[in-house]
């Protein structure tokens, strides 16, 4: 009978047990994390979506095909008393559950390089799509979840080739991850194509060409398989549910893709990729030195493929597969615009594109090991790798930090603009709390003296957050929640039924005299011109 340990030898076996390049994969990813998010978990900040969800909700889970979001949000409701929007609580959860990611592609790629090991978690944790991903806090946590699914998906499948229940569970997992938001197949997608990739190159036994094929077909079988079972446990939910579905950023018609779409949408992956270098693809690239650096490591990872093309001992045949893999990794890092291509694609959806980042690291670490010779060269690439990875993580904790103390300036300036109104409101001669207060406009503020915005915004361009929140359709519930001004607020009918009143129609826009009067005994704030 095996001895039970105490919880204190039980954790000190297990912090022995690890590999030191997992271990400090873990920590680096959770003292970056910490380092580029601090500012977000010690401070309530809010985007247009945040504003609806504060302080409880989760978003929209089922109505989006996201059923797994609505399951883990259900079971949190049941053990916790419901979902909220804890900045530190959430922000934690989602750095674990992260850097518990970055070590398991760590230990995937059986990664040797300390060093290597603890870029490739930092650069899980900092990379910008976590920075809008903490935009919507309220949701962070089940985001993080859906991500640790993906990568648990491929580890298990990459780890363990000849594990079948293995394989059935990576087919489950991906199915969750993509039920807890769409966009997260294509990590998995991208994991199995690098280690596709690094098989063929450096593969343990040198495997055949017919093994590396076989190998292929499981990930690709494994893929189908996620995907076939997440639609059909879609559909049985939406009617167990009484749910109907959204057809939001073109979920409802996910996969539908014509041939002449398919080559537009995989026209855009490329395009994407080489773009990297040179441009802002959706703010994740936002630096010139960033782009330098990024080219520096893709340039390293480009000489390290030519010199195994040339002088690596595998068959020819392996070498081509190698190549052919390669020619799709910007489909896979890029896939979202293949798995719908009517949707407006935002950094929260590209998470995936870290391996953009990761990739390199990992291949140098297999190179450095089983290329024989070019010990200036495998120095020399380590040294390059090291330097511009350490410049492009501090630049994406530089730029974290900037974003959220622009999305700080923009609550202040939020709050002061209503603050404002409501005290307006309540300065009306004959004005009573139960009178019923109607918004009116087409959503745009038309105020010539609300510019500032964020104060950073031309510094820190980013998805997932607006310059001002006073336009967003969620002003109601700033008002209410966060000034604590709750008003019966005119629904739909009233609202409506008021725009065609001539008198309203006359109203000047705010803040010019006369925008904010009483029509009828209620109290009318025109925000905007409309029709």
Same mark, same amino acid.
């Given at each position: 009978?095996?001895?039970?340990?105490?919880?204190?030898?039980?954790?000190?076996?297990?912090?022995?047990?690890?590999?030191?390049?997992?271990?400090?994969a873990f920590i680096s990813a959770l003292v970056c994390g910490m380092a580029a998010h601090f500012y977000m978990f010690t401070n309530k900040l809010y985007n247009y979506d945040e504003l609806v969800n504060t302080p409880g909700g989760y978003?929209?889970?089922?109505?989006?095909?996201?059923?797994?979001?609505?399951?883990?949000?259900?079971?949190?409701?049941?053990?916790?008393?419901?979902?909220?929007?804890?900045?530190?609580?959430?922000?934690?959860?989602?750095?674990?559950?992260?850097?518990?990611?970055?070590?398991?592609?760590?230990?995937?790629?059986?990664?040797?390089?300390?060093?290597?090991?603890?870029?490739?978690?930092?650069?899980?944790?900092?990379?910008?799509?976590?920075?809008?991903?903490?935009?919507?806090?309220?949701?962070?946590?089940?985001?993080?979840?859906?991500?640790?699914?993906?990568?648990?998906?491929? $580890? /298990?499948? *990459?780890?363990?080739? +000849?594990?079948? @229940? &293995?394989?059935?569970?990576?087919?489950? !997992? =991906?199915? %969750?991850?993509?039920?807890?938001?769409?966009?997260?197949?294509?990590?998995?997608?991208?994991?199995?194509?690098?280690?596709?990739?690094?098989?063929?190159?450096?593969?343990?036994?040198?495997?055949?060409?017919?093994?590396?094929?076989?190998?292929?077909?499981? $990930? /690709?079988? *494994?893929?189908?398989? +996620?995907?076939? @079972? &997440?639609?059909?446990?879609?559909?049985? !939910? =939406?009617? %167990?549910?009484?749910?109907?579905?959204?057809?939001?950023?073109?979920?409802?018609?996910?996969?539908?893709?014509?041939?002449?779409?398919?080559?537009?949408?995989?026209?855009?992956?490329?395009?994407?990729?080489?773009?990297?270098?040179?441009?802002?693809?959706? $703010? /994740?690239?936002?630096?010139?030195?960033?782009?330098?650096?990024?080219?520096?490591?893709?340039?390293? !990872?480009?000489?390290?493929?030519?010199?195994?093309?040339?002088?690596?001992?595998?068959?020819?045949?392996?070498?081509?597969?190698?190549?052919?893999?390669?020619?799709?990794?910007?489909?896979?890092?890029?896939?979202?615009?293949?798995?719908?291509?009517?949707?407006?694609?935002?950094?929260?959806?590209?998470?995936?594109?870290?391996?953009?980042?990761?990739?390199?690291?990992?291949?140098?670490?297999?190179?450095?090991?089983?290329?024989?010779?070019?010990?200036?060269?495998?120095?020399?690439?380590?040294?390059?790798?090291?330097?511009?990875?350490?410049?492009?993580?501090?630049?994406?904790?530089?730029?974290?930090?900037?974003?959220?103390?622009?999305?700080?300036?923009?609550?202040?300036?939020?709050?002061?603009?209503?603050?404002?109104?409501?005290?307006?409101?309540?300065?009306?001669?004959?004005?009573?709390?139960?009178?019923?207060?109607?918004?009116?406009?087409?959503?745009?503020?038309?105020?010539?003296?609300?510019?500032?915005?964020?104060?950073?915004?031309?510094?820190?361009?980013?998805?997932?957050?607006?310059?001002?929140?006073?336009?967003?359709?969620?002003?109601?519930?700033?008002?209410?929640?966060?000034?604590?001004?709750?008003?019966?607020?005119?629904?739909?009918?009233?609202?409506?039924?008021?725009?065609?009143?001539?008198?309203?129609?006359?109203?000047?826009?705010?803040?010019?005299?006369?925008?904010?009067?009483?029509?009828?005994?209620?109290?009318?704030?025109?925000?905007?011109?409309?029709?």
């Open positions: 009978m095996a001895e039970l340990k105490t919880p204190d030898h039980y954790i000190i076996d297990k912090y022995k047990s690890l590999p030191r390049a997992t271990l400090y978003g929209i889970g089922a109505e989006l095909g996201r059923w797994f979001l609505k399951i883990m949000a259900d079971c949190n409701s049941r053990w916790l008393g419901g979902s909220y929007s804890f900045p530190l609580w959430n922000g934690i959860v989602s750095i674990l559950l992260l850097a518990a990611s970055a070590a398991l592609v760590v230990r995937m790629f059986q990664i040797k390089s300390p060093t290597l090991a603890a870029l490739i978690g930092a650069f899980m944790t900092v990379f910008p799509a976590v920075v809008c991903m903490f935009y919507f806090m309220f949701t962070a946590a089940f985001y993080s979840v859906g991500i640790f699914l993906s990568v648990l998906a491929a $580890y /298990l499948v *990459v780890r363990f080739p +000849g594990k079948f @229940l &293995y394989h059935i569970a990576a087919v489950l !997992l =991906l199915a %969750c991850s993509i039920g807890t938001y769409q966009a997260y197949f294509a990590n998995t997608a991208c994991l199995f194509l690098m280690a596709f990739i690094l098989s063929c190159a450096f593969g343990e036994g040198n495997p055949s060409f017919r093994e590396n094929f076989f190998a292929a077909l499981r $990930y /690709l079988a *494994v893929l189908i398989g +996620g995907l076939i @079972l &997440y639609f059909l446990l879609n559909r049985m !939910l =939406l009617v %167990c549910w009484n749910v109907t579905m959204m057809d939001y950023q073109g979920i409802a018609s996910m996969g539908q893709l014509s041939p002449g779409k398919l080559l537009t949408s995989a026209g855009i992956c490329y395009q994407s990729f080489w773009a990297m270098f040179s441009e802002n693809v959706k $703010y /994740l690239t936002p630096t010139s030195l960033l782009r330098k650096c990024l080219t520096l490591i893709w340039l390293v !990872l480009a000489s390290g493929i030519v010199i195994f093309l040339l002088r690596g001992k595998r068959s020819v045949p392996g070498k081509i597969l190698m190549v052919c893999a390669g020619v799709l990794f910007p489909a896979a890092l890029f896939l979202i615009y293949i798995m719908a291509p009517g949707a407006a694609v935002y950094a929260i959806m590209l998470y995936s594109v870290v391996f953009f980042f990761v990739f390199p690291l990992i291949f140098v670490d297999h190179f450095v090991i089983c290329m024989n010779g070019y010990e200036r060269v495998k120095k020399s690439m380590q040294w390059v790798i090291f330097f511009a990875s350490a410049a492009i993580i501090a630049i994406y904790v530089w730029y974290a930090n900037a974003s959220y103390m622009s999305q700080e300036y923009t609550k202040y300036h939020d709050l002061a603009y209503y603050e404002t109104i409501v005290t307006q409101i309540k300065s009306l001669d004959g004005y009573t709390d139960e009178m019923h207060v109607a918004l009116i406009g087409n959503g745009e503020v038309e105020d010539e003296t609300n510019y500032l915005g964020g104060l950073l915004e031309d510094i820190v361009l980013q998805d997932g957050r607006n310059a001002s929140n006073v336009s967003a359709y969620s002003k109601a519930h700033l008002i209410t929640k966060y000034l604590g001004f709750a008003p019966e607020f005119c629904g739909y009918e009233e609202t409506k039924a008021l725009m065609q009143k001539k008198e309203v129609k006359e109203m000047p826009c705010y803040p010019d005299d006369g925008s904010i009067c009483m029509i009828d005994g209620i109290v009318v704030v025109k925000m905007s011109e409309y029709e």
